[in-house]
């Protein structure tokens, strides 16, 4: 018997809306995320409207289920926690884990937390694999997994074989993975001590249908484990990529989600790396660590001025002048090195290397002003040593120094060294701890170093070991260098 017209209809508008039901479910919407702070938001806007960012807004493909299933899957996993009054808790030290690298444990605030993770990002082949490598491989009491979202095994193991530490590193385990789901069951069989996952980029959870290094695979791969080393107190370092604007990529909640940010930075063509601490919730964050790039890894330099000065038995030169800067904790001295010369071209050029051009104007203008040096028509190149960049105010006396000396041609007394900020009106202004410039100085050998005038007030200058001479304007220091 065949169906009526009225029946087929209705059985054709049942298969069609039952089709269109399974569509739906298995509709994958779209969101749009805010590569700066994460915010989402369901349109394109060109401005965030959280942080205010203009042009920041990615489109990712986002499940309808996801949400809801990490959502639950978070309160299922979580453990309700009672609330404790602020003097029933229990305060207890931190166990700080001793890195073999000096210069890491003083930017960390003496040694690796227990349970803390740390982010360090750097450049492209600044050296951040081969830091985080040849400190792990040295480790003896733990139980080290390394997790690859970048290189092979082979390429691990021939960064290691360089640095010299691949024989003896039976306690490290490398695995190649990208998914967040297999990491965790390789940290569930091997339970290390310390767990490395290099790139947090590369990651990518199977909740969440977006490409890795999105902002919600950062955010939510990020966010596992950190819970995973507040739950089991294991330290968890993370490698990060740099953006083109200097950068870590992915979501500035990143960044509030770690414990520790180190920022690690250098030009790649120059032999000095500066490891800086910008987020430590257990240590400062004005500590610097430096090395220098070898053949066989990462040297620490233990004593930076030693390093950028010039060899003592050199021929003293116009248009160096040595500088003590602190950049950090760190006092050290440095060279400034300036070249004057008469302008080639109609207009005078101004090139700036590790020093802030718009600064270095200012104090030619401070020159010609008030000292009567005209260095209009002529062209100035300035460098600092060692491929450092400084923005301590306190190395503008060495800047102007070295700029004089080059333009008059006399050389400054190799021993002599200066520190002090330059001003508007040619006056020497205070600069910040004096006495540890001072001591540094002293243990290099200086014989005299010129300081702002009043800034020794409340000092003890006689336990110093050196001559010093006190400057109130740009011509006192003039007078006594070149007189």
């Known amino acids: 018997m065949q169906p009526s017209r009225h029946q087929y209809r209705w059985r054709c508008y ?19 995320f805010c590569t700066s702070c994460g915010a989402e938001s369901s349109k394109w806007t060109g401005r965030c409207h959280v942080c205010g960012q203009w042009n920041t807004m990615v489109e990712e493909r986002v499940s309808a289920d996801t949400s809801k299933t990490l959502k639950s899957t978070h309160r299922q996993q979580s453990k309700k926690q009672k609330p404790i009054p602020v003097p029933l808790i229990e305060q207890s030290d931190h166990e700080r884990i001793t890195m073999p690298s000096k210069e890491l444990n003083r930017v960390l605030g003496g040694g690796l937390v227990a349970g803390s993770m740390v982010l360090i990002g750097g450049e492209p082949g600044i050296g951040k694999s081969t830091l985080v490598l040849q400190n792990i491989l040295a480790i003896k009491s733990r139980t080290i997994l390394y997790v690859s979202g970048e290189e092979s095994a082979q390429q691990i193991k021939m960064r290691a074989d360089r640095i010299g530490r691949s024989s003896t590193a039976d306690n490290c385990f490398i695995v190649c993975e990208t998914s967040l789901e297999n990491i965790m069951d390789h940290v569930d069989q091997v339970n290390p001590g310390i767990l490395i996952v290099d790139s947090i980029q590369t990651i990518a959870s199977e909740a969440i249908e977006s490409a890795p290094g999105s902002v919600s695979q950062v955010r939510e791969c990020a966010a596992r484990l950190l819970k995973y080393a507040k739950e089991s107190a294991v330290p968890v370092l993370l490698i990060g990529h740099i953006t083109k604007e200097g950068s870590i990529a992915g979501p500035k909640v990143l960044e509030h989600i770690v414990d520790a940010v180190l920022q690690f930075e250098g030009d790649s063509q120059c ?7 910008i987020k430590n919730r257990f240590g400062s964050t004005s500590e610097l660590g430096i090395y ?11 004593n930076p001025s030693e390093m950028l000065l ?3 038995d050199t021929e003293e030169l116009s248009g160096v002048a040595i500088g003590v800067t602190i950049d950090g904790m760190r006092p050290f001295l440095i060279e400034a090195q300036a070249l004057v010369s008469t302008a080639a071209y109609g207009t005078p050029q101004r090139t700036v290397t590790g020093f802030d051009s718009k600064r270095m104007n ?15 028509s002529k062209d100035v190149f300035l460098n600092i040593a060692g491929g450092l960049k400084v923005s301590d105010p306190a190395l503008d006396l060495a800047v102007i120094s070295s700029i004089l000396s080059s333009n008059i041609d006399m050389p400054v007394p190799r021993k002599i060294c200066l520190t002090g900020e330059v001003g508007l009106s040619g006056e020497i202004r205070p600069v910040s701890r004096i006495e540890q410039r001072i001591t540094e100085a002293a243990k290099l050998g200086m014989d005299t170093i010129i300081v702002p005038a009043h800034n ?5 200058t006689s336990r110093f070991d050196i001559t010093i001479t006190e400057a109130a304007k740009v011509e006192d220091a003039v007078r006594i260098l070149f007189a």
Do not use: P
Request: glycine share 4%; with cysteine; charged share 30%.
């Open 14 to 32: 049942v298969v069609r809306n039952s089709f269109d039901f399974k569509q739906m479910a298995q509709k994958i919407k779209t969101a749009w």
């Open 456 to 460: 020794l007030k409340g000092v003890d």
């Open 362 to 376: 200012m104090l030619l203008a401070v020159l010609e002003k008030r000292a009567g040096f005209k260095l209009a």
């Open 271 to 277: 032999m000095y790396r500066l490891l800086r601490s």
């Open 310 to 312: 010039s060899h003592a």
């Open 292 to 302: 220098e790039m070898c053949q066989r890894g990462l040297r620490e330099v233990t």
